[in-house]
């Protein structure tokens, strides 16, 4: 028995019935054994799954030719500046990082002299994986153990300038799942218990707490709940099917509104697998979204070899852009992959000697990033700014 299985089956024994949540944040984080403290090698041809910076470093080259943009807007607009900001959240072995900054080096030399790269890495073994990728652009490379600590460990900036960004970041983020009992006309939060040797589904035996001293149930108002977070309408209650499943995420919806505080002035960006509030309620769409990935392939087998397969569930793109809006941003892009990377290489294409080199690997790179049957319709981009 793994280590791992052995602390969520303690768990589960202390606590009983386990949100899936706590076990998703468990089988994905847990310090020293949970997947992404163990799996460096995990994105790639050779990994579990495949992620556009697994493509080459077009990806990177092409974000830093957007970065460069907005950073000269800022100094446009603010020409006193003495620093401006790249924040990136989970940077896993730091290659996008070095994309990055290598391409602002060559082609953009005095903007990078004022760039402090900011890496929000809460794990000491990735950071020490991302350091050793990074050690080339060691002095203007900084990292920070929570989103909250840019500012908090510099006493004379309480605020950001620049650009705050994650790739396939929130889709990680423990979600918390439900299921809708169509005879009671409540949601219930399934969670993990054990079936004999093995973990298995189960409800949880304490709803959240409601919501205005509502009580819990009465059509599934209750804290994180879908109604709550969705606003779903009675006509749609009344013709959900019995189990229909969906996750909600306040993880995501957290760290979005964290990164949006702090911004004085500058971009906040995503790039993640995710649907609207229309997509994810679908007929056909009755299971939810969570996913397992191993070895390429997916499986709805989330609760199988916790800590060796990657767990994710698509992010609910329309309330992270409400969440944003109400902190004071404006939403400048919703854009699929393919969309938003065109957009850059049209202005690339029209200045072609402020990129560098685009050959036939440039051109085999972009076709994989956005092509609809590769990475261009499944990835979306949302941009706001202040």
């Known amino acids: 028995m793994s280590p791992l299985v052995e602390i969520i089956r303690r768990e589960i024994a202390e606590h009983g019935v ?13 310090p020293n054994f949970g997947y992404y403290e163990v799996k460096k090698d995990s994105p790639g041809r050779r990994g579990d799954f495949y992620t556009s910076v697994s493509a080459g470093e077009l990806f990177g080259q092409l974000l830093a030719f957007q970065f460069a943009a907005w950073l000269d807007e800022l100094m446009t607009f603010n020409p006193q500046l003495s620093t401006l900001n790249v924040c990136e959240a989970g940077a896993h072995d730091g290659r996008l990082a070095a994309d990055i900054l290598k391409w602002l080096q060559a ?18 073994r990735r950071q020490d994986w991302q350091k050793a990728t990074l050690k080339n652009y060691a002095p203007r490379v900084h990292w920070f153990s929570n989103i909250s600590e840019l500012v ?15 790739n396939e970041l929130l889709d990680a983020m423990p979600v918390h799942r439900f299921g ?93 697998y995710g649907l609207t509030n229309d997509e994810l309620f679908s007929p056909g769409r009755t ?25 994710t569930a698509h992010v609910n793109f329309s309330t992270i852009q409400s969440v944003g809006e109400a902190c004071g941003l404006k939403t400048d892009t919703f854009f699929s992959q393919a969309q ?24 085999r790179q972009f076709q994989t ?6 990475l261009g319709r499944a990835f979306r981009v949302l941009v706001q700014s202040r």
């Open 18 to 30: 386990l949100s899936f949540a706590h076990f998703m944040e468990l089988a994905l984080y847990c």
């Open 107 to 124: 082609h953009r030399p005095e903007l990078s002299a004022q760039l402090e790269y900011r890496i929000i890495e809460p794990s000491a």
């Open 152 to 166: 908090e460990r510099d006493s004379v900036e309480s605020s950001l300038h620049g650009v705050i960004f994650s």
């Open 180 to 272: 809708w009992d169509a005879k009671k006309q409540e949601w219930f939060e399934w969670g993990v218990a054990l079936e004999g040797d093995k973990f298995g589904w189960a409800r949880c035996s304490g709803s959240p707490a409601p919501q205005g001293g509502e009580r819990a149930g009465a059509r599934g108002t209750f804290e994180n709940s879908p109604s709550s977070i969705f606003h779903l309408p009675s006509s749609l209650l009344d013709v959900l099917p019995d189990g229909y499943t969906i996750e909600t995420c306040p993880a995501a919806e957290n760290w979005w509104r964290e990164a949006a505080a702090i911004l004085e002035r500058g971009r906040l960006l995503t790039i993640d």
């Open 287 to 311: 299971r939810g979204t969570l996913r397992a990935y191993s070895r390429q392939h997916a499986t709805d087998d989330v609760l199988a070899n916790p800590g060796e397969q990657d767990l």
């Open 340 to 363: 938003f990377l065109t957009r850059i290489a049209e202005k690339i294409f029209k200045n072609p000697e402020s990129f560098g080199e685009w050959g036939a690997k440039q051109n």
């Open 369 to 374: 990033l956005t092509h609809p049957e590769h």
